[in-house]
């Protein structure tokens, strides 16, 4: 089970000189990520649904070394689980999953569980930095 941290944990660790790989699709890291992130979606929505993005794994090897430090997040937490997984298995070590994610966590019940970066006042951003979008990642493989 990876380790799991609180959005605020994350900040303080992105501080350190950890980096955050949102693992979200484009439309959602489009709509607000936390600020200085970095995105490569474990999944794209086409179609009304997501499927699995087959470059995932080639995009992260060629922008982020193994040694990489990396908090790892999605909207709720369930992508970014599985993601940390995937790069466990690639070899990487420095791997934290964020609780909660960007959007927060529920129940089935619809009750909050977890709050989300979003909701805890952090830096937010709309754009993304030079470098840091998907588009730009790819362009490294």
Known sequence: MPKRVSPQE???LMTAGWTYLDVRSIPEFGQGHPTGAANVPLMHAEGGRMVANSDFQKVV???FP???KLVVGCKSGGRSMRAVGVLAA?????LV???GGFSGESDNMGRSTAVGWAETGLPVAAQPEPGRSYADLQKKT
Do not use: I, K, M, P
């Not at 690639?90 to 420095?94: A, S, W």
């Open 90 to 94: 690639l070899g990487y070590e420095n």
């Open 97 to 99: 999953d964020v609780r």
């Open 10 to 12: 994350a900040a303080e």
């Open 66 to 68: 193994r040694d990489t």
């Open 61 to 63: 090897l060629a922008n």
